[in-house]
């Protein structure tokens, strides 16, 4: 039976894709046109049209950091891994954090110019939540292990 911490670990494996989906914000121009939704994946779309090089930065932090990091937790707690790995996991989870706060920091920067009218959605705080939980989860499985 899985004892709930690596349940935890293992339930992010799912969560973390849906919040990937799951709108960030609403953002238009001009408090007179309709806003459209923009999830992790589909401002990941518009980069890499856009800026090739932000775009692979922020894939590695939204993407990548969060989703190696679970998977290699829950080797951990499998015992196919070793928890010396835990500091390295630490990293990642910091890397993962810093996305959530770049994506505040345009929201913030974008309300504060004026000519586009930004609503944070439901899935920042979903994402946000997912990155919060991983590193709860390793701080909790560095202090058992």
């Known amino acids: 039976m899985l004892r709930p911490l690596p349940l935890a670990n293992l339930a992010l494996l799912i969560l973390f894709p849906l919040s990937w989906f799951a709108p960030l ?3 238009g121009v001009l408090p007179l046109f309709g806003l459209s939704e923009i ?3 589909s401002g990941l779309q518009a980069l890499w049209g856009t800026d090739v090089l932000l775009a692979l930065v922020v894939t590695v932090f939204a993407l990548f950091a969060p989703y190696l990091k679970t998977i290699a937790l829950a080797l951990i707690h499998a015992r196919l891994l070793s928890p ?3 500091p390295a996991l630490h990293v990642l989870g910091k ?14 920067v974008i309300k ?3 000519l586009a009218r930004v609503e944070v959605a ?6 946000t939540g997912c990155i919060l939980a ?3 989860v390793s701080v909790m499985a560095g202090r058992r292990g």
Request: net charge positive; no cysteine; hydrophobic share 70%.
């Open 25 to 27: 914000m609403r953002a």
């Open 39 to 41: 999830s992790v994946i």
């Open 84 to 86: 010396r790995l835990l």
């Open 95 to 108: 890397l993962a954090m810093a996305d959530v706060f770049l994506i505040a920091l345009y929201i913030v």
């Open 112 to 114: 504060g110019v004026g």
């Open 122 to 127: 439901w899935g920042l705080y979903f994402f």
């Open 134 to 136: 991983s590193l709860v």
